[in-house]
């Protein structure tokens, strides 16, 4: 929350106008605001039935405001998308395809302080450009006056990948899909929420967002997945054991094979500095280290996923030279693997059951390393996906 209280004063100067507070006003005070109040254990704040005391709720007593801005007139998100892709058949049942894919995103939403405090000693509030704030229709003027969020549509991305496919038609039992990608995603953007976002990621210096310009949170540089359904060929009706007695079919026979497999490149991250050592602030703004070594050096650890010398806190009151996304996690290896059988009961009714093995191979997917720099567990890695999960099931089919 933006720091300061809410009381009637007259305009300080560098006011922000209240028309600049554009776009859904509904997140904005007056519409929007929190006022508490507090009690203890032998005396409530208030009573239920009997309502908060007179005036308790007047956003005159409003404290921690938080206000958003937005574009007047921005030119709105746009995305572009093209492709060539070559087919070829080879023999009765095979496929090839080959191609290229891009794509690019103009007038991203980017979220960052919109009331910025550079690089500096002193109070971050007086190193703002805005003092103060009125609240339109109210008469009232909030100072001193933190960061709030502002809303501009100038990101951009580009993405460009080489793409291969082979696929096997499901004939004689058997079906086969398997697909490479190698690309490269650029982009200068941070979610407003976490989901979808790289881990460190944030703005430096919304003064100057050049530098911003990188690896994206979503490249995967290098992706393989192979999916293919084997039906075993022992059994009734299928190329050995055609004639095999009834146990032997219900033990042996019918059997389905399925397994899908993964492998790519990890995600990118950040690297950033505990505290504050720049004095800037604060919503959406990081403090990166200076990188002063190589910080793929050595050997790689669970304790040390990276080299921890490479990287040093940013000197006081100035930016660290590390760029964004610049180092990558583990890459992921999976594979699920299923088998399926079917028993007629009836002319309508079949017996399923179905085994099903997901990570089949227990192989480890690593999160995160720590990022932050000053912190414990700086470069460590602590944790780690699902692990191995196996399943089976009965179904009845009519």
């Known amino acids: 929350m933006a720091s300061g209280t809410t009381k009637s004063t007259p305009t300080l100067p560098q006011t922000v106008d209240s028309l600049f507070l554009n776009g859904p006003l509904v997140g904005n005070p007056p519409f929007a605001y929190s006022v508490s109040l507090a009690g203890s254990p032998t005396a409530p704040a208030f009573l239920l039935r009997n309502g908060p005391p007179v005036g308790a709720t007047e956003f005159a007593r409003a404290t921690g405001l938080q206000f958003s801005t937005y574009e007047r007139n921005p030119n709105l998100s746009s995305a572009h998308q093209w492709n060539l892709n070559i087919q070829r058949q080879l023999g009765t049942d095979w496929l090839l395809e080959t191609g290229y894919s891009g794509s690019r995103g103009l007038h ?109 949170n979503q490249d995967v540089p290098h992706r393989f997945v192979m999916s293919g359904l084997y039906d075993l060929p022992y059994g009734r009706g299928r190329h050995w054991g055609a004639n095999s007695n009834a146990v032997a079919n219900a033990i042996l026979g019918g059997w389905t094979l399925g397994s899908i497999v993964t492998a790519s490149s990890g995600l990118p991250y950040s690297i950033t500095v505990a505290g504050n050592p720049a004095n800037t602030g604060s919503l959406s703004i990081v403090n990166r280290p200076d990188i002063i070594g190589d910080p793929r050096a050595g050997t790689q650890t669970l304790q040390q996923d990276f080299n921890i010398a490479a990287f040093q806190r940013n000197q006081p009151f100035t930016l660290g030279n590390a760029g964004r996304n610049i180092l990558r996690q583990r890459s992921l290896y999976n594979w699920d693997f299923s088998a399926l059988k079917n028993w007629s009961l009836h002319e309508r009714v079949r017996l399923q059951f179905r085994f099903e093995a997901f990570q089949f191979t227990n192989t480890p997917r690593f999160g995160t390393p720590g990022i932050v720099l000053g912190n414990p567990g700086f470069g460590a890695i602590t944790s780690s996906g699902t692990p191995r999960n196996l399943q089976g099931g009965l179904k009845l089919l009519w």
């Open 108 to 216: 991203l939403l980017r979220q960052y302080d919109g009331n910025y405090s550079p690089p500096g000693p002193g109070n971050l509030n007086a190193k703002r450009f805005f003092k103060s704030l009125e609240i339109p229709g109210t008469g009232i003027t909030t100072s001193p006056l933190g960061g709030f969020y502002n809303h501009r549509f100038n990101g951009n991305s580009n993405y460009h990948a080489f793409t291969t496919k082979i696929e096997r038609r499901f004939a004689s039992g058997f079906t086969v899909l398997s697909s490479y990608t190698f690309s490269k995603n650029l982009g200068d953007t941070c979610g407003a929420a976490a989901i979808g976002n790289a881990s460190g990621c944030g703005y430096q210096d919304p003064r100057n967002l050049t530098p911003e310009k990188a690896i994206d």
